[in-house]
């Protein structure tokens, strides 16, 4: 992670290409992180609470407490990590602004909102699974947001 230390990324010919690479992936993570939320545990509140508390209707028996802090666990690296590198590369190509430094802040407090009310909907009230949808996406915007105006940045400003 060397990028962390070169000052001026955008101006190093030799990390254009892989910082590129490096976001892309990062953006095919994002996509594919929705459609995996759709089919683990659903993407809107009410497919959540469903595989959450279960549905006798639906005949859909509630989500075991281990199998839920597995998904939590694994949750909590795969976000750290992602914006742990989107903070890193967006911070030293758009400079210190302050708008540099409220939208990563805003993307790193969505997502810690957002894992925590998951836990909250999970283990205590369910409501709060329209917190949980409304961070997740908000934090999934800002992350797209961020690579987007990076890979801009590295070749077009």
């Known amino acids: 992670m060397k990028f962390l230390v070169v000052k001026e990324l955008n101006e190093d010919e030799n990390f254009k290409?892989?910082?590129?690479?490096?976001l892309s992936f990062t953006l095919i993570?994002?996509?594919v992180d929705i459609f995996v939320k759709n089919h683990s545990i659903g993407f809107f509140p009410k497919?959540?609470?469903n595989s959450f508390l279960g549905n006798e209707d639906e005949?859909?028996?509630?989500m075991q407490t281990s199998?839920?802090?597995?998904?939590?666990?694994?949750?909590i690296f795969?976000?750290?990590m992602i914006l742990l590198i989107?903070?890193?590369?967006?911070?030293?190509?758009?400079?210190?602004?302050k708008l540099t430094l409220v939208i990563s802040n805003a993307n790193l407090i969505c997502a810690l909102i957002s894992l925590i009310s998951i836990a909250i909907t999970y283990f205590y009230i369910p409501s709060f699974v329209y917190i949980y949808f409304t961070t997740f996406v908000i934090w999934h915007l800002?992350?797209?947001?961020?690579s987007f105006s990076s890979i801009y940045k590295l070749y077009f400003a």
């Open 47 to 49: 497919d959540i609470l």
């Open 59 to 62: 005949y859909i028996d509630p």
């Open 78 to 80: 795969f976000i750290m």
């Open 17 to 22: 290409p892989l910082l590129s690479a490096l």
């Open 67 to 75: 199998v839920f802090l597995e998904y939590w666990h694994m949750e």
């Open 29 to 31: 993570y994002l996509f």
């Open 86 to 97: 989107l903070s890193a590369i967006y911070i030293r190509i758009h400079k210190n602004t």
């Open 142 to 146: 800002l992350s797209l947001y961020i």
